[in-house]
């Protein structure tokens, strides 16, 4: 059964910092590429950052880069992100992402989602 469980959400104060992760289960983690994402309220859900499946390489939208940091632990299944210089606008639900394309298949599975609030 595959499962991804993201922790490490909550209220933080703007300028503060976070720390999510993200527990995988039920599949060969280190096959998949890793990703957050978020959604706002009345927003569309958005790419934050992206980890390919070694590690080796990283991916993160101009309104990210600098703040925030993807990283991961083959080792444990885990994967992280980093959030620094929390900002208002960063309140959203975040979300784990799996990927995996082989052979025309398609691998995507998504965490529940972890609450990030930030507010003073």
């Known amino acids: 059964q595959v499962q991804l469980v993201e922790s490490g959400g909550g209220l933080v104060q703007p300028g503060g910092s976070l720390r999510l992760s993200c527990a995988a289960s039920?599949?060969?983690?280190?096959?998949?590429?890793m990703s957050w994402y978020r959604q706002a309220p009345g927003k569309e859900r958005e790419l934050v950052a992206r980890?390919?499946?070694?590690?080796?390489?990283?991916h993160y939208p101009d309104s990210i880069k600098g703040r925030f940091t993807i990283s991961r632990d083959n080792a444990k299944n885990t994967v992280y992100l980093q959030m620094n210089s929390l900002k208002p606008e960063d309140t959203a639900v975040y979300y784990c992402?799996?990927?995996?394309?082989?052979?025309?298949?398609?691998?995507?599975?998504w965490g529940q989602g972890d609450q990030v609030t930030v507010s003073s």
């Open positions: 992402n799996a990927l995996r394309i082989i052979h025309g298949r398609v691998y995507d599975y």
């Open positions: 039920g599949f060969t983690f280190s096959d998949f590429a």
């Open positions: 980890i390919t499946s070694a590690g080796g390489s990283t």
